[in-house]
């Protein structure tokens, strides 16, 4: 008697107190206001209040009615191991904490820039206008909105601390709508999905192996022998017959740690798409994406005409037409049109970089070595991967469509650098990231088989690459005998001008002379 007692208060345990159940509508829910509030917040405050007052009530009309019609029903229940569950989120935590987020760690280099932009939206009035140059401060600084927000009210260091935990807030909404879509519920899969997030990447070492061994570029860091500890992202880092030859698709640690106000909502909204492929909210999700990260966005937008067109299709071969065009102008479309595409258009045209669109490299310079050198990168980068989970996704257009966006982008650039292939590639291959996780959990996937050995060997081939970066960091911190090390150089925007020399900041992507001049600030930003 006494052992069946103990036995059942043991199975009651195990069902209530080690499972927590979260409803998948409080995550997607959670997921649209952590990227539509930062937007009307932005509306209000650097606007002209009768245009941004309006905006923000039509866009969270149209958020609102994307959740009602969505996710006010949805009855998902996710059950997940608790114990687990916050050994993950301590795991991210950490993971988060050793990118640079707040300054806590190591920064990289492109964390001197944005340093300064995130202190000049806490120390300045909304908008940024510099009362020393005249100059304006434009960039995709929705995502510094909410903790900016609080450096204001409580200063620089409650602000960082608040960036940090904004991001890790951001990264865990995401992990867990990717456990929704690929239904990772129990502890190996929860494992799964924590370890191809935080060490998804290229083969870079490999890359690197073959760049040294073979020459392919005439950079003289990496000659064959000194292959240097790091993330050896850059393994095509260079000059091939004359032009630049730096091809270079970004882990997601590198873009964490050097591109964060752009990737966290990267990693946040092509969930959300795959999850909800209805055409009555690309409109929405798309332009969200947009008005954060630009550049990611030409390469998001392949990915939504992808869901969209066999739908258009579909509908227009049934003759469909007023289902056509109640989807196309439902309110979440047309809420997002009416207001974030209109100020992203006026404000990035503001930017002097913008227009800059051309070939990363001219025709001439495509010689055999070099269409061999980029056959290589897409190999590593992308395409061993795709080749071991193509039975799972033969059929699905959007594996095609990741692959062709990923093949084009490294062509073209937008601005001066590499910033297209770096970026633009993101959506795309967070999505073969999400394909891949959803392969190897498959419950008819054999696990010994020579493919997934392939896989596994792979998977841990690209892990060296993040953990090589988190390895040289260590050491930089520890040669430098200083903790933490602050990308913090250029410090503020405000007593600069283009032209002048700043060796840590391009300052033509944040500034604008003279912003009366321009259209967003002649109408639009408060005076």
Not at 46 to 59: Q, S
Not at 65 to 82: E, F, G, H, Q, T
Not at 458 to 477: T, V
Not at 513 to 520: I, R, V
């Amino acid at each position: 008697m006494y052992a069946k007692f103990e036995l059942n208060i043991i199975t009651c345990i195990v069902e209530n107190k080690t499972v927590i159940n979260i409803k998948f509508r409080y995550i997607a829910i959670a997921a649209y206001l952590y990227v539509v509030i930062p937007i009307m917040i932005y509306f209000l405050t650097w606007l002209r209040p009768y245009i941004g007052i309006p905006m923000a009530v039509i866009l969270s009309i149209g958020l609102y009615v994307l959740i009602k019609s969505d996710y006010i029903c949805n009855r998902d229940d996710i059950a997940l191991p608790r114990v687990t569950l916050i050994l993950v989120f301590f795991v991210f935590l950490i993971w988060v904490w050793l990118s640079g987020q707040g300054g806590f760690f190591y920064q990289t280099w492109d964390n001197h820039s944005r340093n300064a932009i995130f202190r000049d939206m806490i120390d300045f009035d909304w908008p940024v206008i510099y009362p020393e140059t005249g100059n304006a401060l434009v960039y995709y600084m929705m995502y510094w909105i909410v903790p900016a927000l609080f450096g204001k009210i409580f200063g620089w260091l409650v602000g960082n601390i608040s960036l940090a935990l904004w991001t890790f807030l951001g990264t865990i909404i995401s992990y867990l709508l990717i456990v929704y879509i690929c239904k990772c519920f129990t502890v190996s899969r929860l494992w799964l999905v924590c370890i191809i997030f935080i060490t998804w990447s290229g083969l870079n070492i490999l890359g690197m192996v073959f760049s040294t061994t073979f020459g392919l570029t005439q950079n003289e860091m990496f000659t064959f022998g000194r292959l240097n500890i790091g993330s050896m992202e850059g393994w095509l880092d260079g000059v091939r017959n004359g032009f630049d030859s730096s091809y270079l698709f970004r882990s997601n640690f590198d873009a964490l740690s050097q591109i964060y106000n752009q990737t966290v909502i990267i990693w946040l909204l092509v969930p959300l798409v795959l999850e909800n492929r209805k055409v009555r909210n690309l409109a929405f999700i798309g332009l969200c994406m947009l008005i954060y990260a630009p550049i990611p966005f030409i390469g998001f937008l392949p990915i939504l005409l992808a869901i969209a067109i066999p739908w258009y299709y579909r509908k227009y071969k049934s003759k469909s037409y007023n289902e056509i065009i109640k989807q196309t102008l439902s309110i979440p479309n047309i809420s997002a049109v009416f207001t974030i595409f209109i100020v992203a258009v006026f404000l990035f045209k503001s930017n002097v970089q913008t227009g800059n669109i051309g070939l990363f490299v001219p025709i001439q310079a495509f010689d055999i070595v070099r269409i061999l050198t980029l056959i290589l990168f897409y190999f590593m980068e992308f395409g061993l991967i795709c080749i071991f989970i193509y039975p799972m996704y033969k059929k699905d257009v959007l594996f095609y469509v990741a692959i062709m966006t990923l093949v084009i982008i490294p062509i073209f650039k937008v601005g001066t650098g590499r910033d297209l292939c770096m970026n633009a590639s993101l959506p795309a291959l967070f999505l073969l990231m999400i394909m891949t996780i959803n392969y190897c959990k498959d419950k008819n996937v054999k696990v010994m088989t020579p493919r997934m050995i392939c896989i596994s060997l792979a998977l841990i081939i690209a892990a060296m690459s993040p953990i090589f970066d988190i390895c040289k960091r260590i050491e930089i911190i520890n040669l430098a005998n200083r903790f933490p090390i602050v990308a913090d150089r250029t410090k503020t925007l405000s007593n600069k001008n283009i032209g002048d020399y700043c060796p840590d900041t391009y300052l033509e992507n944040y500034l604008v002379p003279n912003p009366k001049s321009k259209a967003f600030y002649k109408y639009l930003a408060k005076e």
